[in-house]
């Protein structure tokens, strides 16, 4: 019922959609390499201030496979109806992801990373699945550098635990000190973060995760390491430099950051605060960011309920 309403909402004229050129090439991109470069590009639909999708750039770039991107996400803003089953004017959050018709055509869910075969019959996505298949691809493809997860199946194992693990505690924590508009619940949300970046620098093996070599656990945490500026900025959680652990948490970070394959795919600071400036001041809605203002965990967004069409 209220989907059908939502649907019903009126684009505004003024809307800021951006109309990104297809198969743009992103800063650092290449049309072939030494490395998995070989063999058919494949199509890479991602947006430059998703993290989740910066795991599957910082995978592709680590492998150097041909990909052309496709900046599939953008904001756009709409107006109510007043049609709508709520008091409209109770709401300022009327901005929306655009999302590029060839994304939806790929993957219905509109989601990014969305990976595709050049002729687009085959699909990945999921952003920690997209890092997984970039090792597929290389491997596939005769390429030189070492997988994102470890060959040793134990360590693979751990390494997959890890990731997921990541994935649920700083993830989900970071959207939450940016979505949830109670101050306990952000500071509550912020301290698990940091008990997950404690709990990762503790069990990292090497420079890396897994090692001296960067690894799925590394593609999965650095986007959001990477990011936590953010939550300095706008509620003023910083990560501490006085614990057991942090040395060895910003040593990661610097060597992280530092790799030429990582470095060139990292956002504009003052743009992607800008960007997300929308989730800060409760503007803005998306799948990941519904379904933590309902309380769920960012990962646990359902595409019925926490939709465009639901929202
Ligand atoms: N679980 C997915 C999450 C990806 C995700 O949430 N991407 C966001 C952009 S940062 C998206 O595509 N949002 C579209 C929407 O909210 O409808 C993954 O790990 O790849």
């Not at 093996?205 to 990477?226: H, K, M, N, Q």
């Amino acid at each position: 019922m209220l989907a059908r309403r939502a649907r019903a909402l009126v684009r505004t004229p003024l809307a800021l959609v951006p109309r990104a050129p297809l198969a743009r090439r992103p800063r650092g991109a290449r049309a072939r390499s030494a490395g998995g470069g070989g063999g058919a590009p494949l199509t890479y639909y991602s947006a430059w201030f998703c993290p989740f999708a910066h795991r599957a750039t910082i995978a592709l770039e680590h492998h150097g496979i041909d990909y052309e991107w496709v900046e599939a996400l953008g904001w756009e803003r709409r107006e109510a109806s007043g049609d709508e089953d709520f008091d409209a004017s109770e709401r300022d959050d009327w901005w929306y992801h655009w999302k590029h018709p060839d994304l939806l055509r790929a993957n219905p869910d509109g989601m990014v990373p969305t990976i595709t075969s050049a002729d687009g019959r085959r699909v990945v996505t999921e952003s920690i699945v997209c890092c997984q298949f970039a090792d597929g691809v290389a491997a596939a493809r005769g390429g030189a550098s070492a997988p994102l997860v470890p060959a040793d199946p134990w360590e693979a194992a751990r390494a997959l635990v890890w990731a997921s693990r990541v994935n649920t505690t700083v993830t989900s924590e970071y959207y939450k000190c940016l979505v949830r508009t109670d101050e306990t619940e952000r500071r509550e949300a912020f301290d698990r973060l940091v008990e997950g970046l404690a709990h990762f620098a503790e069990a990292k093996r090497g420079t890396f995760f897994s090692g001296e070599g960067l690894g799925i656990v590394d593609c999965v945490l650095l986007p959001y390491a990477f990011r936590l500026y953010v939550l300095e900025h706008y509620r003023g959680f910083a990560v501490p430099r006085d614990r057991p652990w942090s040395d060895a948490y910003f040593a990661w970070l610097d060597a992280a950051t530092g790799l030429p394959n990582v470095a060139k795919t990292l956002p504009d600071k003052a743009k992607y605060l800008k960007h997300v400036a929308k989730y800060a001041h409760g503007a803005a809605r998306s799948k990941v960011g519904n379904a933590v203002r309902r309380g769920a965990n960012a990962d646990d967004y359902d595409h019925k309920i926490d939709g465009d069409a639901a929202a």
